[in-house]
T-cell receptor, first 115, second 112 residues
Framework: GAVVSQHPSRVICKSGTSVKIECRSL??????MFWYRQFPKKSLMLMAT?????????EQGVEKDKFLINHASLTLSTLTVTSAHPEDSSFYIC???????????FGPGTRLTVL | DAKTTQPPSMDCAEGRAANLPCNHS???????VYWYRQIHSQGPQYIIH???NNETNEMASLIITEDRKSSTLILPHATLRDTAVYYC?????????????FGKGTKLSVIP
């Protein structure tokens, strides 16, 4: 199947700093990528839909000025958590759709810990 | 997308077949059934999907009932590495730009 990578896999930062997470589709192009967040023992919750060349669409309750999304190319989307706080600590996962099979593939996730 | 219902947990002996059920009684005629799994601390992994015919790949088999109101994911010879949360998701075709809605899934524990 298609491969999606994320970088970094784990990051620890101080409260108030910003963290950027990259999501790449390695062997296919993706006009749409998705960003999810998962808290311990909970299911994945969609944060936003990232569209190449246009603004992201955010789910209700997700602050677009805090979670900045950029989808500058067909293989890369980035999520920047600005002014991170301990409550932003979570597992962030991206996905991308491989259009020939109409199947979403997920990245391995990024564990963010804000101290 | 149609709602799905899965048992919260199941156990399976190593080497035996794991049969994971999913109910999707409100599925529409053009909606596919997708299965993903999430191993602890990893992103979800695509397993298989189907419309109405049974499907098989190197990971699993998908059996969809004739009325399409339920399906079963079969892992033919479960190993300890198959311990994960398995999600059954129903989704319309050509909606690759739409997000997947994850329920609580079934936590499969493969026991030595």
């Amino acid at each position: 199947g298609a491969v999606v990578s994320q970088h970094p896999s784990r990051v620890i930062c101080k409260s108030g700093t910003s963290v950027k997470i990259e999501c790449r589709s390695l062997d296919f192009q993706a006009t749409t990528m998705f960003w999810y967040r998962q808290f311990p023992k909970k299911s994945l919750m969609l944060m936003a839909t990232s569209n190449e060349g246009s603004k992201a669409t955010y789910e209700q309750g997700v602050e677009k000025d805090k979670f900045l999304i950029n989808h500058a190319s067909l293989t890369l989307s980035t999520l920047t958590v600005t002014s991170a706080h301990p409550e932003d600590s979570s597992f962030y996962i991206c996905s991308a759709t491989e259009t020939s099979t109409d199947t979403q593939y997920f990245g391995p996730g990024t564990r963010l810990t804000v101290l | 997308d149609a709602k799905t219902t899965q048992p919260p947990s199941m156990d399976c002996a190593e080497g035996r077949a794991a049969n994971l059920p999913c109910n999707h009684s409100t599925i529409s005629g053009n909606e596919y059934v997708y299965w993903y799994r999430q191993i602890h601390s990893q992103g979800p992994q695509y397993i298989i999907h189907g419309l109405k015919n049974n499907e098989t790949n190197e990971m699993a088999s998908l059996i969809i009932t004739e009325d399409r109101k339920s399906s079963t994911l079969i892992l033919p010879h479960a190993t300890l590495r198959d311990t994960a949360v398995y999600y059954c998701i129903v989704r319309a075709p050509g909606a690759g730009s739409y997000q997947l809605t994850f329920g609580k899934g079934t936590k499969l524990s493969v026991i030595p």
